[in-house]
C-alpha cells in the first residue's frame, strides 16, 4: 500500500441529489413470520463444520453463546484436525516411491 500525503481524515461519500428516491421502508423486509434459515454452502475441501449458529441483534448474546459452545470444543477439534493432518503427511510420505529405485526403472538409450 503506498501513503498517500494528502489524505487528510475518513473519507465520506458525498450525497448527490436525486429527486426521483423515495425511501421504501419495507424494501428489506423478506419476511415477518420466518422460522428458518437456510444456507447454500459451497466448498473446496471436505471437513469443514457447520453447527451451532445463532441468529441475533445482540453482540452480547452471540459472544455468550459463542463461549458456551464454540469456545469450549475449539481446543479439541484444532488437536483432531492437526492429528488428521499429520496421519495424512505421514501416509503420502510413506506411499511415496524412493528417489533410489527411480534409476533401476529407467531403461538407458
Known amino acids: 500500500m ?4 494528502a489524505y487528510k481524515g475518513e473519507w465520506v461519500h458525498p450525497l448527490i441529489p436525486n429527486p426521483d428516491y423515495t425511501e ?28 451451532d449458529i445463532l ?14 459452545t464454540w469456545g469450549k470444543k475449539k481446543g479439541a477439534e484444532k488437536e483432531a484436525y492437526d492429528a488428521f493432518q499429520a496421519a495424512k503427511a505421514e501416509e503420502e510420505k ?16
Do not use: M
Open 24 to 51: 421504501d421502508k419495507e424494501l428489506y423486509v423478506r419476511c415477518r413470520d420466518c422460522t428458518h434459515v437456510g444456507f447454500e454452502l459451497w466448498q473446496v475441501k471436505a471437513g469443514t463444520i457447520f453447527d
Open 2 to 5: 503506498i501513503p498517500n500525503p
Open 55 to 68: 441468529v441475533s441483534d445482540s453482540w452480547e448474546e452471540a459472544k455468550a453463546y459463542a463461549e458456551s
Open 94 to 109: 510413506a506411499s511415496a516411491p524412493d528417489d533410489e529405485d527411480d534409476e533401476d526403472d529407467h531403461d538407458e538409450l
